[in-house]
């Protein structure tokens, strides 16, 4: 197995745990963006999600950065972007959220 494969394998597995807590909002209430994004994420509207997520997350919230990465990683909402779907868990990691220091953890 590559280590392109292995790497995507990882992402992929951590993702399946990751995307869990990326259903789970911290407290969506704090940016309007970051709520509405949770909103049309819950109803399955994962484009519209993904355009919520990316508002909050330009401004630095980090749960929207995380939110928006796995998004980006996984192809929901939208052709799928690793490498861009990383820049924003690194930078949701950097914020200091545990879970996207733990998933960038995994993958490195």
């Not at 990882?10 to 259903?23: E, H, T």
């Not at 789970?24 to 509207?45: C, F, I, K, N, V």
């Not at 924003?88 to 220091?101: D, F, H, N, S």
């Amino acid at each position: 197995m590559t280590a392109l494969r292995v790497f995507l394998l990882a992402i992929v597995l951590s993702l399946g745990f990751g995307s869990s807590f990326a259903k789970t909002p911290l407290a969506p209430a704090q940016d309007a963006d970051l709520a509405e994004g949770w909103r049309a994420y819950s109803a399955e509207d994962f484009a519209r999600a993904r355009a919520f997520y990316r508002k909050a997350a330009e401004r630095k919230h980090a749960l929207a950065q995380f939110n928006l990465a796995v998004m980006l990683i996984e192809g929901q909402g939208g052709a799928a972007d690793t490498k861009e779907g990383l820049d924003w868990l690194r930078k949701a990691a950097e914020a200091g959220l545990a879970r996207a220091q733990y998933s960038l953890g995994v993958f490195l």
